[in-house]
C-alpha cells in the first residue's frame, strides 16, 4: 500500500455488509501500519537516519500535500486513515432507500461493501427498530448508493460483494432470462469499474461484461489452513470428494493441493421442483464413484441454500463405509430452516464440521460446536489495497504457492510471507 495513496481511498458500508466492511478495515489498517513502518525503516537505513526523524519527514510532507488527509498527531508520526466513509441511509415509509455521502469523496477510489445474504434486523433512518432486508432490497440500497458515490465525484467505484446476487441464474434452459448477467451489466451501466466477490458460481458471468472486471476470489488457502489445523485429520485416509460434477473443478484443486483422491457424487436433479426447505429438495438420485470406506472424507462446495442436497450426499457417503465427513462452503446462506437440519445431522453423526466463511453474516450458525468460520476479511483487504495501487492480484487469485508453502511447513508459513488473515484484533 502505497503511503502518498491512502488519502484517494475510501470504503463505503451499505447497512446489509456494515459488519464484513468493518472486518475489511481492520485489516486494511494493519496493512498501513506495517507496510508504513517496513517503508520507514527502509528509508531510515537508507540515509543514515534515525527511525524518528524519518517519521518527522514523513509526516511533514505528507502534511503539506494532504493536510486534511493526514493530520498530525503532533509527534512526528501520522494517524492512521479511517477509510471508512459517513453515509446516512434513509429507508421512507413507502419503502424507497436514499443513500447520502455525509463527506467529500471527490477525485477518490471508492470500494462500497454489501451482503445481500445480510437477514438480520439493520437499524438506520427510518427503521430504528430494526428491518430484515430480502436480497432486492439490499440489491437496491448498493443501486442507490453507487449512484449517490457517482454524484459525489468519486473518480472510480469498485463494488466488494462476497455473495454474487443471482449467480445460479446464469445460464439458460427454456423461457428465462440471464438474472446474473442482468445484475452485472446493471452495475457496469451505473459506472462500477471492478466487481471483487467470492467463488462466483459460475465463471461465465463476467463474459456478460464489457468493460467492468470482475475479481473472483477464493477461499482455499483459509480452508486448507483450517484443515491442517484439525489434529489427524489430514492423513493417509483422507479423500476429497466432489458433491456433484459442477463442483468437480474445486475439489481437483484441494485434491491436487493436499496429494488426495478424487470421488464424485452424481446427482440428478428434477428440474421442474424447486427446493424449498433442508427437508424437500429437487434432487431424484444420486450415485456415487469411489470408494471411502473408512475413510475421512472432505467435500467442497460453494453455496450452501437449505442444504438439502449436501445432506443427502452425506448420507450416501455414509452408506458407503464413510468414517468422518467434513465439508467446507465459501457462501453459507443457511436458508430457512437449514440450521435445525445440520443440528438433526450431526446428532446422529452424519457428519463432523462444516468449515465456512465470513462472507455472509450469521450470527445463529456462529453457536453450533459442528461449525467452524473462518475470516477471509484479510483476502478481500489485500485485493482492495492492490487495486487500489494498480497492483497485479494474481497471486491472490491462484494461490497454489501460498498453500503449497502452508503444507510444507507443516501447517504454518512464514509469518512474514502470510497474508493477512488473522482474526485477533488486537491491532
Known amino acids: 500500500m502505497k503511503y502518498s495513496s491512502l488519502a484517494e481511498l475510501a470504503i463505503i458500508a451499505c447497512p446489509g455488509g456494515d459488519v464484513f466492511a468493518d472486518e475489511i478495515i481492520f485489516h486494511l489498517k494493519k496493512l498501513y501500519r506495517r507496510r508504513k ?38 509527534n512526528g508520526k501520522n494517524n492512521v486513515p479511517k477509510f471508512k466513509t459517513q453515509v446516512q441511509f434513509t429507508c421512507f415509509a413507502n419503502g424507497e432507500i436514499k443513500a447520502e ?59 466488494v460483494i462476497p455473495n454474487y446476487p443471482y449467480s445460479r441464474q446464469h445460464k439458460v434452459k427454456g423461457r428465462e432470462g440471464l438474472a446474473a448477467g442482468l445484475i452485472g451489466k446493471t452495475l457496469e451501466q451505473y459506472g ?20 467492468m472486471r470482475m475479481e473472483n ?70 450415485r456415487f464413484m469411489g470408494d471411502v470406506k473408512d475413510k475421512i472424507v472432505f467435500m467442497a462446495d460453494d453455496i450452501l441454500g437449505t442444504g438439502s442436497t449436501l445432506i443427502k450426499g452425506m448420507k450416501i457417503l455414509k452408506e458407503n463405509g464413510a468414517r468422518r465427513i467434513i465439508c467446507s462452503i465459501s457462501l453459507p446462506l443457511f436458508s430457512k430452516n437449514a440450521i435445525a437440519y445440520f443440528d438433526k445431522a450431526y446428532e446422529e453423526g452424519l457428519f463432523y464440521r462444516i468449515i465456512g466463511t465470513n462472507a455472509v453474516y450469521h450470527e445463529e450458525v456462529l453457536k453450533r460446536e459442528w461449525y467452524v468460520s473462518v475470516n477471509i476479511s484479510g483476502l478481500f483487504a489485500e485485493a482492495i489495497s492492490r487495486i487500489h495501487q494498480n497492483l497485479s492480484i494474481s497471486s491472490l487469485l ?30
Do not use: W
Open 37 to 74: 513502518d517496513r517503508l520507514t525503516e527502509n528509508l531510515a537505513k537508507d540515509y543514515n537516519l534515525s527511525i524518528e526523524k524519518v517519521n518527522e519527514q514523513i509526516s511533514f510532507i505528507s502534511n503539506i500535500i494532504r493536510p486534511v488527509s493526514f493530520p498530525s498527531n503532533g
Open 101 to 159: 455521502i455525509m463527506e467529500s469523496i471527490r477525485g477518490k477510489d471508492v470500494f462500497i461493501i454489501q451482503d445481500v445474504e445480510n437477514h438480520y434486523p439493520l437499524k438506520f433512518v427510518g427503521c430504528e427498530d430494526g428491518q430484515i432486508f430480502s436480497i432486492n432490497d439490499h440489491l437496491m440500497t448498493l443501486y442507490v448508493t453507487i449512484d449517490a458515490a457517482r454524484q459525489a465525484g468519486a473518480q472510480q467505484i469498485s463494488v
Open 192 to 211: 462500477v469499474s471492478n466487481i471483487i466477490t467470492l467463488d462466483i458460481h459460475s465463471r461465465d458471468i463476467r463474459n456478460s461484461f464489457n468493460r
Open 217 to 286: 476470489l477464493h477461499a482455499s488457502y483459509q480452508i486448507i489452513k483450517t484443515l491442517a489445523q484439525m489434529n489427524g485429520i489430514i492423513n493417509d485416509d483422507f479423500v476429497v470428494v466432489s458433491p456433484d460434477t459442477g463442483a468437480v473443478d474445486r475439489n481437483k484443486f484441494f485434491a491436487s493441493a493436499l496429494k488426495k483422491p478424487l470421488a464424485l457424487l452424481y446427482k440428478e436433479r428434477d428440474y421442474s421442483k424447486i427446493s424449498k426447505n433442508a427437508s424437500d429438495s429437487n434432487i431424484s438420485q444420486i
Open 398 to 427: 491462484d494461490n497454489r504457492e501460498i498453500i503449497n508453502r502452508l503444507l510444507a511447513g507443516v501447517i504454518a508459513p512464514e509469518p512474514q510471507r502470510e497474508l493477512p488473515f488473522i482474526q485477533n484484533k488486537t491491532a
